[in-house]
């Protein structure tokens, strides 16, 4: 079992910055995929950026060159660090721990609000 536990979002300007925070509660925390998926209003939830077991990454096109995602496995910690805010990056930002490519389960955070507004 993992909990994970999102913090760090916010109102923020065009062009403003803001780094997400998820604590994961739980054994075997850096064996899973961390990633970052976001859903707007009347759209389905979509994934932002992925870091694997080994510190690889993946991001969605739309954050590429702006968002960065790491990980502190001594921790039990993933961050999001957005820079360059967009309107259109509006969304809630949902923390997660995919398991599945070693049979366990996966798992979701509450979700942090971000507004990006003028």
């Known amino acids: 079992q993992v909990e994970l536990v999102e913090s760090g979002g916010g109102l923020v300007q065009p062009g403003g910055s803001l780094r997400l925070s998820c604590a994961a509660y739980g054994r075997s925390f850096s064996i899973y995929i961390m990633g970052w998926y976001r859903q707007a209003p009347g759209k389905q939830r979509e994934l932002v950026a992925r870091i694997n077991a080994g510190g690889g990454t993946n991001y969605a096109d739309l954050v590429k060159g702006r968002f960065t995602i790491s990980r502190d496995n001594a921790n039990n910690m993933v961050y999001l660090q957005m820079n360059s805010l967009e309107p259109e990056d509006t969304a809630v930002y949902y923390c997660?721990?995919?398991?599945?490519?070693?049979?366990?389960?996966?798992?979701w955070g509450q979700g942090t609000q971000v507004t990006v507004s003028a």
């Open positions: 997660n721990a995919d398991g599945e490519y070693l049979g366990r389960a996966v798992y």
